[in-house]
């Protein structure tokens, strides 16, 4: 099977510039499920990786988890139009994220509070824009496929 180069689709790494509503799911050595609100994403160093940004204050439960069962899930929703992708992979490592990542976080924070102004009035907006992104730990993770989330017909259709 040939690696993944998520390069290679501009559409499918898109979302990662729009309003976002980002989760990311995972779950122990029992199966049991765990999610947590990420509040950053990036392309990885590689051609098939993401870097996902999890507050420390929700880390924990997906923090336990990798360390037991590396398989993850992130799904990055357009709060604009509800276009979303489902990125399903492994976990290689975690760390600290760093400065430059968390001033990405606050950005993606930002131009998704504007989005939810539009929706839930200026006091949802300015909520949104207050979840908290410090101090946070980076995920980095491999992709393994791409599924389109978006409700409708497609939802879950493979992509790559």
Not at 22 to 39: C, D, I, L
Not at 73 to 80: N, Q, R
Not at 131 to 150: C, E, G, S, W
Request: aromatic letters at 6%; charged letters at 20%.
């Amino acid at each position: 099977m040939s690696e993944l180069d998520l390069s290679s689709q501009p559409e499918v790494l898109a979302l990662f510039d729009g309003p976002v509503s980002m989760v990311v799911g995972s779950s122990n050595e029992h199966k049991r499920p765990h999610f947590a609100r990420a509040q950053g994403i990036r392309c990885g160093e590689k051609t098939n990786s993401v870097v996902v940004f999890i507050p420390e204050v929700v880390a924990h439960s997906i923090l336990n988890d990798v360390q037991e069962n590396n398989n993850i899930a992130v799904t990055v929703g357009d709060i604009s139009n509800f276009e979303t992708r489902q990125f399903v992979g492994v976990c290689t490592h975690v760390e600290e994220a760093s400065d430059s990542d968390l001033e990405l976080c606050d950005t993606m924070l930002a131009r998704s509070g504007e989005t939810v102004s539009m929706f839930f009035g200026e006091e949802g907006g300015e909520s949104w824009k207050r979840m908290v992104t410090r101090p946070a730990k980076a995920f980095h993770i491999q992709v393994l496929n791409v599924y389109d989330q978006t409700p409708g017909n497609r939802a879950g259709a493979k992509l790559l």
